[in-house]
């Protein structure tokens, strides 16, 4: 049972990177499903010698949520916040948010005095509900597998340092959510979409209760988790749904709301086969489809690999994805410290 654990961790930890590298040269584009396929015909075919992917802020972030629980395993949110900001300045070339990178600023100059008083300060005080928190979420779930409560808090926390909108905390926190209830499945059955979506409602209905006075929508996860539910539902009666319609329907932005339920959806929809995706492997089927639908591709890609990878677990991630990322054997290192300070009940 402890192999298997790890293996998910593995999994988990390599779907955020393996997303993210392989994402991103398509973030940004309008998707299509026959460049994607033909991409990873070679990347997933006869190794050929090429420049690895380059991992972007995705990543960059989530190692530092790592980072953070493995040297402070009972988490300290001004730690992590110092861990954000050196990376950042060590590497700020990969691709962060626009806005993001000012929160690092002001972090710095005010030398840590008050670590969340500059997110709170994002767009004229209303902060950021950019998908950057849910984005980076991965480490959490898997650290407090044993204690849902905490869970949340850690997750709410971490994302605050950079998200205060409650848009950009409740998206994490719904991702933190879905990798936790991904960790738990059997990695040789289908999770039932049915009973995943509606536990996920149910969650987000203990979560969305304050009032959100800049939105008509005061429970708009749910709304969304409904449509995620309502698709799966239409595929099962054998309709066919075009990535238009599910970019129509669930988003593909960096907005937290137009990409964290579409990365569930992804993970869903991915367990059975895809027209024009050609792949018996549940994992990379699962990318794959996040990146054909554009926009926000090595986030979704990330998000949505992460999920899959609590699921299936490392075995299921095939060595050739792997050869094309830079940064996979520092992933499964780092992951495996934290499974060894993870607590195990
Ligand atoms: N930044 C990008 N992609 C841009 C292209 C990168 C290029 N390929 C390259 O390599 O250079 N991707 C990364 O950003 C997303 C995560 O962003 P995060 O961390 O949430 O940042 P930020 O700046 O807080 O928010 C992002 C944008 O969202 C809009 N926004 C957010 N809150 C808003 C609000 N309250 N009002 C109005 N707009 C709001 C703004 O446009 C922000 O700039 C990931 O995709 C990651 O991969
Ligand atoms: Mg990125
Ligand atoms: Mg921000
Ligand atoms: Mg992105």
Redesign the pocket.
Known sequence: LDGLLKGKFRGCMLGTLLG?CL??PF?GEAGSKVVVQKYFEKIDGPYKKSPQKR?????AMMKSVAKCLIDKPSMDFKYLANLFVKEYYNEPR????ANVVEVFHKLRSSKFEDVYKPAREQFNGTGSYGNGGA?RMAPIPLFFNNNYEAMIEAATNATRLTHTHSIGINGALLQAIAIHQSLMLDPHEKADHQIYTKKLIEKMKAIETEDIHDLLDHTPYQTQLKKVAELLNLETSKKEISEDEVVAALGNSIAALHSVPTSIYCYLKAQNEIAGIETDNPFRRTIQYAISLGG?T??IA?MAGSIAGAHYGEEFIGENLRKHCEFVDEIIEISDELFKVTPIS
């Open positions: 993210d994402g991103a973030e991992y972007t802020d995705d990543t990969r691709g962060y948010g984005m926000d090595d986030t990330a």
